[in-house]
């Protein structure tokens, strides 16, 4: 196995300086387990960070189904094929009346990417309504509306038709208060006002607070829901996350808080 200063050589050789490491004292992880990872010593780490294994890292079950695909067959949809039909009824019928089809993508930019493609083209419109801060995916399109991307090192800046908002934080943001929500509603509102005295009308508004998805949908605008998170701290456990972990993380939280 290689060490941890051969594997920053080969890293530094090989790979974009723009792909960042995790901490001052980068971790060499090895393996994953449900909810933690291991690092080239032993050690364990429960993981609240990654947001890609949603069942837990090498979940049995994932693993061995993904086994026996790859054996029988890996291609796309221009096929027949009945395991893409069956899935998608399977997970249409846990959705609310309305959503009855699916687009299988492979990474929440892919995704987005579409999404924006639909709207765009479903609406004849491209003014896009973001929050400030938000990250949305690591595609040309989705940087242009990805206010950390394109205000961030080496960005260029919002396009024209990108409209940003302040993120609705009630301790640090903009308005603050019991009141602020209702405050950062009509900044949105504020916004459209803008487009729409330009002769525009708005694409996509991508956010998450109720008042403002409730406004949103009285006037027929498409929503993604899609967008940063507003706690103080940000955590992305897999679902097998569970109670005693959960102590865990607020011990530990606590005490680096309190240092």
């Known amino acids: 196995m290689l060490d941890h200063k051969e594997i920053l050589n080969l890293r530094s ?16 992880i090895v393996r994953g387990e449900g909810q933690y990872l291991f690092d080239a010593k032993g050690n364990r780490y429960l993981d609240c960070v990654n947001n890609i294994q949603h069942v837990a890292h090498c979940h049995p079950k994932v693993v061995e189904a993904a ?15 009945e395991t893409i039909v069956n899935y998608a009824k399977d997970i249409t019928s ?15 930019s ?14 004849g419109n491209k003014a896009t309504i973001v929050l400030d801060g938000a990250y949305h995916g ?10 950390y991307k394109h205000n961030g090192p ?7 038709f990108v409209y940003t908002l302040p993120i609705p934080d009630s301790f640090r943001g903009k308005y603050r208060g019991e009141d602020c929500g209702e405050k950062y509603a009509q900044e949105v509102q504020s916004a459209i006002n803008e487009i729409q005295k330009k002769g525009k009308k ?23 829901t899609d967008g940063p998170d507003h706690n103080v701290i ?3 456990p897999p679902l097998v996350f569970n109670k005693k972990n959960a102590d865990e993380l607020v011990k530990k939280i606590d005490e680096t808080m309190s240092e």
């Open 13 to 28: 050789k090989h790979l974009g300086p723009s792909l960042s490491i995790s901490y001052d004292e980068p971790l060499h």
């Open 67 to 81: 086994q026996q695909q790859y054996k029988k067959l890996n291609t796309n949809t221009r096929y027949l094929d």
């Open 94 to 108: 846990t959705l609310p009346d309305g959503l009855e089809v699916c687009f299988f993508a492979n990474s929440g």
């Open 110 to 123: 892919e995704a987005n990417d579409l999404a924006l493609r639909l709207v765009r083209q479903f609406t």
């Open 138 to 147: 690591n595609l040309f399109s989705l940087i242009e509306i990805s206010p």
């Open 154 to 160: 080496g960005g260029n800046g919002a396009p024209d």
């Open 202 to 224: 708005v694409s996509t508004f991508i956010a998450e607070a109720q008042t403002i998805v409730n406004q949103m949908k009285d006037k027929g605008l498409l929503l993604s």
């Open 234 to 236: 940000k955590i992305k």
